[in-house]
């Protein structure tokens, strides 16, 4: 049982590329979200997906876009990297939203240079 | 504003001493976790609280949600405690806090 796996681990872009951060959980969960981890701040929620089919704007959603693929699977996408975009990323998901344990990814550390 | 405050943010102790962080929040929730990150590491799930207290081995979470209030202590400590516990509380969404940097020396 894998549970969130995240992919890539790392990964180095330049300024004005794009690319998917791509998130799967094999637990059946219906939510799932997206945070950024900067130093200092804590995490912060870029989008979620409260259920397959729906998304929503977390607390910094600016220059993301995201795609809930099916149930197991939920994209996060930098369509033109900036340097301010340089953070430690990490999906989680929950059975449902309220009150379940929440299980992480193993990040993806994201450089934009 | 911070919906999530831990204190300490940095906390360094001796192998065995027995250790507390604390984590206060402002908002109406449906459960509180703490969080286990080691350095370049993943995010680790200890426990997730809605009331009372809860024991695992070494560790022991305690809420009160009257005062919004919680409290992770590590008994025994030992240096793979070291990481950042994170405290999260939340219902449909999670509020993170910024994380306590625990260091044990031998």
């Known amino acids: 049982n894998a549970g969130v796996t995240q992919t890539p681990k790392f990964q180095v872009l330049k300024t004005g590329q794009s690319m998917t951060l791509q998130c799967a959980q094999d637990m059946n969960h219906n939510s799932m979200y997206w945070y950024r981890q900067d130093p200092g701040m804590g995490l912060r929620l870029i989008y979620y997906s409260a259920s397959e089919g729906t998304t929503d704007k977390g607390e910094v959603p600016n220059g993301y876009n995201v795609s809930r693929l099916n149930k197991r699977e939920f994209s996060l996408r930098l369509e033109s990297a900036a340097p301010s975009q340089t953070s430690v990323y990490f999906c989680?998901?929950?059975?449902?939203?309220?009150?379940?344990?929440?299980?992480f990814g193993q990040g993806t550390r994201l450089t934009v240079v | 504003k911070n919906e999530v405050e831990q204190s300490p943010q940095n906390l360094t102790a001796q192998e065995g001493e027995f250790i507390t962080i604390n984590c206060s929040y402002s908002v109406g929730i449906s459960a509180l976790h703490w969080l286990q990150q080691h350095p370049g590491g993943g995010i680790v799930s200890l426990f997730m609280l809605s009331s009372g207290k809860k024991k695992h081995g070494r560790l022991i979470a305690t809420i009160n949600i009257q005062e919004k209030h919680s409290s992770l202590h590590i008994t025994a400590s030992h240096p793979r405690d070291s990481a950042v516990y994170i405290c999260?509380?939340?219902?449909?969404?999670?509020?993170f806090g910024t994380g306590t940097s625990l260091t044990v020396i031998p």
């Open positions: 989680a998901s929950t059975l449902t939203g309220r009150g379940t344990e929440a299980f």
């Open positions: 999260a509380v939340g219902g449909n969404q999670f509020y």
